[in-house]
């Protein structure tokens, strides 16, 4: 691999946060120069300069406040989501914390350890053989829409193939790594020397899917070959619902397709960890004392099982922050 790539992926590593980091780290391993990201359609809200006011949540108790950020990994360049909100509770925090530090160069190559020694299939297996023929020519038409070198997609496991496919079609759409919610604010929070922690390890992270049954591995997989054309609209719909708050819209599109089709990685992906979260929130409230913001992904915060959810059920109380000024929130329902 040319130095050049080398650095590009390590640029675009660095602007993910999240499980998202490791499909760009994927992608990047697959590219066969560093031109082969560069064939991007414009974004459909190009030029829009939209204003988006993501959902926020306040926990607290008698002498802690917690305000949860729901983020969108990666992003439209032209999305400007500095609420006035957000910027008081950011200030007001002492601690921040976000999913993964995914950033770092040790991280970046613990994560590529974990790719080569867990992502491919054993030699001679091929990931088309694991299909139907009708999912493999789905797939490997997907890989020429994309890009991608089928014939490194053929190597992969099915959770790595589905963490690459995913991601490319999003950054093909004209979303920009570097302006996703997560990316910003961990780097400016870290400029500013603020106290940062993270809810998890990149270790953690990838043992998600790695530690899948095979056959909840292949259904994440063949769910998304099916659902391809679908997955364009579905992308502007989540981009909108979050802009817009809409936690039910979000819960639709994130969480409910997932739980009911593949149950296994809706457990694993959502709800386990919204419990080790909720856990780990709650301790820390009622042992200490103090104000913080915790800033995950947006599915990880809405529906049935979400952390606002849980930390609820605990005794915590739970509001809807407004996302306009920060004063009048509405109860969680």
């Known amino acids: 691999m040319g130095e050049i790539v080398i650095s590009q992926m390590k640029k675009w590593a660095r602007a993910y946060s999240g499980i998202a980091v490791f499909a760009v780290l994927v992608t ?42 729901g983020t969108f990994h990666i992003l439209p360049p032209d999305i400007k989501w500095r609420s006035p909100a957000l910027e008081e509770a950011l200030n007001a925090a002492e601690t921040v914390y976000f999913e ?6 040790a991280a970046q190559q613990r994560t590529v350890q974990i790719l080569m020694a867990k992502g491919y299939n054993p030699p001679g297996s091929k990931l088309s053989d694991l ?19 089928m014939a490194a997609i053929d190597t992969m496991r099915p959770w790595q193939a589905f963490l690459a496919i995913s991601v490319q079609l999003i950054v093909k759409q004209g979303f920009d790594p570097s302006a996703g919610v997560d990316s910003v604010l ?14 998890e390890t990149i270790d953690q992270q990838l043992s998600f899917f790695t530690d ?22 579905d992308i502007t719909k989540l981009l909108d619902a979050w802009a817009m708050g809409d936690v039910e819209s979000i819960d639709k599109v994130m969480n409910e397709s997932m739980q009911d089709l593949a149950p ?24 200490g004392s103090g104000k913080a913001l915790v800033a995950v992904g947006a599915a990880h915060l809405v529906g049935e099982y979400s952390v606002p959810t849980l930390l609820e059920a605990k005794g915590f109380q739970v509001e809807r922050y407004n996302a306009e000024s920060g004063t009048s929130p509405d109860p969680v329902e």
């Open 28 to 69: 990047w391993l697959l590219a066969p120069s560093p031109n082969a990201w560069a064939q991007t359609e414009p974004s459909p809200h190009a030029g829009d300069a939209r204003l988006a006011t993501p959902a926020m949540w306040r926990i607290s108790d008698e002498d802690s406040e917690i305000w949860l950020l």
């Open 100 to 105: 993964v530090e995914a950033d770092t160069p």
């Open 131 to 149: 299909l139907g023929k009708k999912d493999a020519a789905k797939l490997q038409a997907i890989a020429q829409e994309l890009n991608l070198p």
């Open 186 to 199: 961990i780097a400016e929070m870290r400029a500013q020397g603020r106290n940062v922690r993270y809810l």
């Open 212 to 233: 899948l049954s095979p056959e909840s591995e292949k259904n994440l997989l063949v769910f998304t070959l099916r659902e391809w054309d679908t997955q364009k609209e």
């Open 264 to 287: 296994e990685v809706f457990e694993t992906l959502i709800v386990n960890r919204n419990k080790v979260w909720a856990e780990r929130l709650a301790h820390t409230m009622t042992t």
